[in-house]
């Protein structure tokens, strides 16, 4: 307890500093407990490589996490970026009960959609496996539907927390958001030490739905400590969250189609030699470690200031604060990856060789690793964008972002393949970031050109 309450009056210190102090200070925070998930949850990728290796059974989990993946990034991702301009903008008025009012009506469209979203994949998920698995033969198909059904709770349960986590971050309270992530892989190798003899590919899934319970258990209590009410509201006539759902719209447009690339790297994987799921999995899990720890810690921790400098029209500070992380996203990114690249084998082979986890394994995840490494400063530049552009409340733009993104994946994806197989995806992943940054970029900077001229019109009446 007395941890906790050094970490809270250490946030409360940084919130009273200048705004790159709060902002470094906060993401330090965020990176810290986000590193001590990631070595828990490295620690569970070990255990899962040397029990499952490349073999079917995970291939099946996997796959079977793709529609419970992508709904929750679509609709509960999609109301954090909505939701959380808004929501810091009537606070910051002083009207923390119309605040209060628009959190619990966007909780219950949030949670009402999550809800008719697993009702339709109860129906038809039969019908979307075989097309997304089309390369598993009929017994490995059945498998990865029967964990499809397992893991349908874990939609509304993740949804929520990814809203409350939100809500969280908004009031400053970075700590709890960050921490409760470490449930998941704990309570999965927990399963797996304990059933993963009798269960196999079973055990992955009671460890996801413990792990995940355990975490919207801990974060309800946390907005409770924050006098935050968790019950979802129904209200049709409230402006504020009507207004929050014309953003929703756009945002959740470019949600579905960005993250249809995943889906469609997870589908055009398993048309190829079996194990190539799994082994693209453990080819991202590194690279996607180190970019929990940057590019979500930064644009987490940025996201509520860049939300207060749009509020108050500070338009040539929210720009000098972009191009400030944007610099040193770059000075810092591009040797990692160089060192990354140059080391991958090295890497993979510390990490996961042993047990079920072959050499053959090693050669082609190391190769799957080098070519995804390169989307780190592209990846980590353009989440700061992204949060930009939904501060401006200019959503739209995402959507033709995303939209593009996935064209070219498809494409890519396809060209790429035939020349190098599974470790193609992770080329076509790291040049379509390479786009959708230049893409984002200049979109930024045309709208807060336009912002400045704006606010300059106005100033001279």
């Not at 249809?260 to 999995?281: I, Y």
Request: aromatic letters at 12%; hydrophobic letters at 55%.
């Amino acid at each position: 307890m007395k941890l906790w309450a050094g970490l809270g009056v250490y946030c409360k210190g940084l919130a009273a500093g200048t705004i790159h102090r709060r902002i470094i200070g906060a993401a330090m925070t965020i990176s810290v407990l986000t590193l001590i998930c990631q070595l828990v949850a490295v620690a569970k990728e070990l255990w899962v490589a040397a029990w499952f290796g490349t073999s079917d059974a995970l291939d099946a989990f996997l796959m079977a996490m793709v529609i419970p993946t992508f709904v929750i990034n679509v609709i509960a991702g999609s109301f954090h970026s909505a939701l959380i301009p808004a929501y810091i903008h009537v606070r910051d008025e002083g009207h923390s009960k119309e605040a209060q009012n628009l959190f619990s009506n966007v909780a219950a469209y949030c949670l009402i959609l999550l809800l008719m979203t697993g009702v339709v994949v109860t129906f038809f998920g039969h019908l979307l496996l075989p097309v997304m698995a089309s390369g598993f033969h009929q017994k490995k198909l059945a498998l990865t539907q029967t964990l499809l059904y397992w893991l349908l709770p874990v939609i509304a349960i993740q949804g929520m927390i990814v809203l409350w986590s939100a809500v969280l971050n908004a009031c400053n309270r970075f700590v709890l958001a960050a921490i409760v992530p470490v449930f998941l892989p704990l309570a999965i190798i927990g399963t797996l030490v304990t059933t993963g003899r009798q269960w196999s590919a079973f055990s992955l899934v009671i460890g996801t739905i413990a792990g995940v319970t355990g975490q919207v258990i801990i974060m309800g209590w946390g907005l409770k400590q924050q006098g935050i009410r968790i019950r979802p509201r129904w209200g049709m006539n409230n402006p504020r969250a009507r207004a929050v759902m014309g953003q929703y719209a756009p945002v959740v447009a470019g949600a579905f189609l960005m993250s249809g690339t995943n889906v469609v790297d997870q589908a055009m994987a398993a048309m190829l030699d079996p194990g190539s799921v799994a082994a693209l999995s453990y080819g991202s899990r590194i690279v996607n470690v180190g970019l929990g720890l940057t590019a979500a810690s930064i644009a987490t921790a940025a996201f509520p200031y860049f939300s207060k400098q749009v509020a108050q029209k500070d338009w040539t500070g929210l720009w000098q604060t972009l191009c400030f992380y944007l610099r040193w996203v770059f000075i810092i990114a591009v040797p990692v990856s160089l060192l990354t690249f140059a080391f991958s084998a090295q890497i993979v082979r510390l990490f996961y060789e042993r047990g079920a986890f072959l050499a053959k394994d090693t050669y082609l995840v190391a190769h799957i690793q080098s070519l995804f490494v390169w989307q780190a400063p592209f990846y980590i530049g353009g989440m700061l964008l992204v949060r930009v552009i939904s501060s401006l409340k200019a959503n739209q733009i995402l959507m033709w972002a995303s939209g593009l993104n996935l064209l070219l994946k498809v494409a890519m994806n396809y060209l790429f393949i035939q020349w190098m197989g599974v470790a193609g995806i992770a080329l076509s992943t790291s040049l379509m970031y390479l786009g959708s940054f230049v893409f984002v970029y200049y979109s930024v900077r045309i709208l807060l050109g336009k912002s400045m001229k704006g606010s300059q019109i106005h100033g001279s009446e």
